[in-house]
Every structure is written in structure tokens, then in C-alpha cells.
Nanobody, 111 residues
Framework: VQVVESGGGLVQPGGSLRLSCIAS????????IKWFRQAPGKEREFVAD????????SYADFAKGRFTISIDIAKNMASLEMSSLKDDDSAVYYC?????WGKGTLVTVSS
């Protein structure tokens, strides 16, 4: 089982990024895919999740209206589209599938 995140980088405030999560050895269809983030000195926090069919999802309050989670079942890939990014969104973003974590992808929002 391997979970791999990608798509992080440096972006200016107000900008956008699209993160991706690919899981091998785990069928997305049967699981929830969750995104978390952890900023330096802070606890890991929930960002968003989506069920394996792509029909049920939820967001943390800070993500509502700015972030969009989606899945591509054929590719076993989940995405997190982030827009109107703020400095506070800077963190390592992690994907979790059935309890398996990736190593994360770093998002830095800075001018």
C-alpha cells in the first residue's frame, strides 16, 4: 500500500494550487479519502474528505467555499483544488486512505 501526494509549492496570497493523492493497493471505491494539514508547531487538522463514489463529501469550516475535493475512480486519484489561498493555509498537506498516510506535500503561501 502506498499513498503519494503531489502538487504543493510556493504560491502568493490569493493564488491557487491543485493537490493530488494517488493510492496504490487500495481501491478508492470502497473508502473515504481524507485530506489533512499540519502547520509548523500546530496539530494535524482535518481539511476535507470524500467517499469512494464521489457523492458524499465534507469540509472544515476554513475550507468551505475555497477548497474543492474530488476523485477520479479510474485513476485511483483524489484531488484538492485550493483557491483564494491565505498565509494561514501554509502547511504540509497529507492524504489518508483507510488509515494509510502519505508523506505529505508542502504548501507555502507567501508574497
Amino acid at each position: 500500500v502506498q499513498v503519494v501526494e503531489s502538487g504543493g509549492g510556493l504560491v502568493q496570497p490569493g493564488g491557487s494550487l491543485r493537490l493530488s493523492c494517488i493510492a496504490s493497493g487500495l481501491p478508492f471505491r470502497a473508502n473515504y479519502i481524507k485530506w489533512f494539514r499540519q502547520a509548523p508547531g500546530k496539530e494535524r487538522e482535518f481539511v476535507a474528505d470524500i467517499d469512494g463514489s464521489g457523492s458524499v463529501w465534507s469540509y472544515a469550516d476554513f475550507a468551505k467555499g475555497r477548497f474543492t475535493i474530488s476523485i477520479d475512480i479510474a485513476k485511483n486519484m483524489a484531488s484538492l483544488e485550493m483557491s483564494s489561498l491565505k498565509d494561514d493555509d501554509s502547511a504540509v498537506y497529507y492524504c489518508n486512505v483507510l488509515g494509510f498516510w502519505g508523506k505529505g506535500t508542502l504548501v507555502t503561501v507567501s508574497s
